[in-house]
């Protein structure tokens, strides 16, 4: 007598149709991935590498020691851009609350560091939808070859590019009040 295997189910394998917001919120955390739902699709990438992290970090240390009271940075979240569709930018500058999904309308800023895998979302996807969804300020990091800090602001929506940065300079914000040292970014600690 041999024994059967064992079917185990899991919440990603399982689903059939459209992830509906519900859904995607009841999913359980995928380690080593980062999975946003984009139009009732689920979007999954990998996890960053040790550069991205760190700029990540040292983005939103900048960022959350300037804020504008009421206003906080942080290294990921929830945004819902639109009914079925949240996405996970890698910094954002958000009204002060504790919520599992933040409104786009409480966001001020995004900033996403373009990695190796994410070269086309970085660059050309999120920031469409981003626009749509009508955050007024985002932020492109491009690591490599050098650092360069890319800010682009709201216009009758579509972003439009308001600086680019390098080594040395420095990417101002005065609506915000925000004043980005680039090199600071790749500062340890």
Not at 29 to 58: C, F, K, T, Y
Request: overall charge negative.
């Amino acid at each position: 007598m041999s024994a059967e295997p064992v079917q185990q189910s899991h919440p990603l394998l399982d689903h059939r149709g459209p992830w509906s917001e519900e859904d995607y919120l009841a999913l359980p955390e995928v380690e080593g991935a980062r999975i946003e739902l984009v139009d009732g699709d689920l979007v999954m990438s990998p996890w960053p590498d040790n550069l991205h992290q760190r700029l990540v970090r040292q983005l939103c240390s900048e960022l959350d020691r300037q804020a504008l009271d009421g206003y906080e940075a942080l290294p990921g979240g929830n945004v819902r851009l639109a009914t079925g569709q949240i996405n996970i930018p890698d910094v954002l500058l958000v009204t002060i609350a504790d919520r599992a999904v933040n409104d786009a309308a409480d966001v001020l800023l995004v900033a996403e560091i373009v990695s190796d895998s994410g070269r086309f979302r970085d660059r050309i996807l999120k920031p469409v939808l981003y626009a749509e969804a009508g955050i007024l300020w985002y932020i492109r990091v491009e690591p490599t070859p050098r650092l360069e800090v890319v800010l682009h602001r709201l216009e009758k929506g579509k972003y439009v590019e308001q600086k680019l940065a390098g080594a040395g300079q420095r990417v101002e914000i005065p609506d915000l009040g925000l004043d980005i040292e680039v090199d600071a970014l790749l500062r340890r600690g």
